[in-house]
C-alpha cells in the first residue's frame, strides 16, 4: 500500500523559511513525478510546484516561482519543497502528491497540474505566515 508522509510545516513571519519533506513507502515500482498542492480555508485545492524524474524538469505556479524550490531523490522516494520569502497568502494546508508509480521510468513528461492527474495524497502540512 503506497503511503505519503508529509513533514515540516510550521508558523513563520513574513518573510521566513520553511522546507517541507515528503516520504513515499510501499511502492514497488519507480516514482515518476511528484507535485505539492495547498489548500486554503474556502478556496479550491492548487499546485504549487511539481517535479519530474524522468526529465520532464520542474514547474510552478506563478505565485511561487523565485521563491520556491522542489526537489528530491526518487531512489530514495522523498521530495521536498523549500519555501523562501514567504507570504501571508502562502498560509494554507499543504499537500504532496504523487502520479501512479510505473514498472519503467516515463521520460519527458511534464509534471501535471491537476489534482485528478495525481494517484496518490499524503496527509496535509499547516503552513501559517503572519505579517
Known amino acids: 500500500q503506497v503511503q505519503l508522509a508529509v513533514s515540516g510545516g510550521g508558523s513563520v513571519q513574513t518573510g521566513g523559511s520553511l522546507t517541507l519533506a515528503c516520504v513515499v513507502s510501499?511502492?514497488?515500482?519507480?516514482?515518476?513525478?511528484m507535485g505539492w498542492f495547498r489548500q486554503a480555508p474556502g478556496k479550491e485545492r492548487e499546485f504549487v510546484a511539481g517535479?519530474?524524474?524522468?526529465?520532464?524538469?520542474?514547474s510552478y505556479a506563478d505565485s511561487v516561482k523565485g521563491r520556491f524550490t522542489i526537489a528530491g531523490d526518487n531512489a530514495k522516494n522523498v521530495g521536498y519543497l523549500r519555501m523562501n520569502s514567504l507570504k501571508p497568502e502562502d498560509t494554507a494546508l499543504y499537500y504532496c502528491?504523487?502520479?501512479?508509480?510505473?514498472?519503467?521510468?516515463?521520460?519527458?513528461?511534464?509534471?501535471?497540474?491537476?489534482?485528478?492527474?495525481?494517484?496518490?495524497w499524503g496527509q496535509g502540512t499547516q503552513v501559517t505566515v503572519s505579517s
Open positions: 502528491a504523487i502520479k501512479r508509480p510505473t514498472r519503467a521510468t516515463v521520460w519527458g513528461i511534464a509534471p501535471p497540474t491537476r489534482p485528478d492527474d495525481y494517484a496518490y
Open positions: 510501499g511502492s514497488a515500482y519507480n516514482i515518476n513525478i
Open positions: 517535479i519530474s524524474w524522468g526529465g520532464g524538469g520542474t
